[in-house]
């Protein structure tokens, strides 16, 4: 079961992706991809760190997430990714202007393979004007392809808003 749940900032999609974990009752692994970079993204990071169980095991990967997927797998649990889109951002930012499709590419490749539940998080970027830098387009055309290709793998999607999930897709 491969899930992709959506959402705009603060919308709520981190929550509910771990409390979809929790009610699956299942031994979970939670893949962090933020780098904590400057104070503010350390405020961010340490407010979910607190916000989810103790007991979960925490990987923090910010550019190999396929590798780390493999590495984790097994069947009887779940792994939980937040978020695609600072994976994303990461790859984007490295200095390989090869990594960020070598990696996308490899995650598409992985994910059908996996034993575990999956539930991948990301932020919906699409619905807002188009923005005026070359990067920030770039990174807007990057996430919605990556949501596009994961939306079609993915057995239930969501879209998170003010806390609220909307069923996009969901193929039990």
Same mark, same amino acid.
């Given at each position: 079961?491969?899930?992709?749940?959506?959402?705009?900032?603060?919308?709520?999609?981190?929550?509910?992706?771990?409390?979809?974990?929790?009610?699956?009752?299942?031994?979970?692994?939670?893949?962090?991809?933020?780098?904590?970079?400057?104070?503010?993204?350390?405020?961010?990071?340490?407010?979910?760190?607190?916000?989810?169980?103790?007991?979960?095991?925490?990987?923090?990967?910010?550019?190999?997430?396929?590798?780390? *997927? +493999?590495?984790? $797998?097994? /069947?009887? #649990?779940?792994?939980?990714?937040?978020? =695609?889109?600072?994976? &994303?951002?990461? %790859? *984007? +930012?490295?200095? $390989?202007? /090869?990594? #960020?499709?070598?990696?996308?590419?490899? =995650?598409?490749?992985? &994910?059908?393979? %996996?034993?575990?539940?999956?539930?991948?998080?990301?932020?919906?970027?699409?619905?807002?004007?188009?923005?005026?830098?070359?990067?920030?387009?770039?990174?807007?055309?990057?996430?919605?392809?990556?949501?596009?290709?994961?939306?079609?793998?993915?057995?239930?999607?969501?879209?998170?808003?003010?806390?609220?999930?909307?069923?996009?897709?969901?193929?039990?």
């Amino acid at each position: 079961m491969l899930q992709l749940i959506l959402g705009g900032a603060r919308s709520g999609k981190s929550r509910l992706a771990e409390q979809t974990a929790k009610e699956t009752g299942l031994s979970v692994i939670y893949i962090a991809t933020a780098q904590a970079l400057d104070a503010e993204m350390q405020q961010r990071i340490a407010h979910h760190q607190q916000q989810r169980p103790a007991h979960w095991h925490v990987y923090e990967e910010p550019i190999y997430l396929a590798d780390r *997927l +493999l590495q984790c $797998d097994q /069947a009887n #649990q779940l792994i939980l990714v937040d978020c =695609l889109t600072l994976w &994303l951002t990461n %790859l *984007l +930012l490295a200095e $390989d202007s /090869a990594l #960020q499709q070598q990696q996308m590419q490899k =995650l598409f490749e992985v &994910l059908p393979q %996996l034993q575990s539940q999956i539930i991948l998080v990301s932020n919906e970027t699409g619905l807002g004007v188009v923005p005026m830098g070359e990067i920030s387009r770039r990174f807007v055309d990057e996430a919605g392809r990556l949501h596009q290709t994961l939306g079609q793998l993915a057995n239930k999607v969501m879209f998170c808003v003010a806390g609220f999930p909307m069923i996009l897709k969901d193929e039990k």
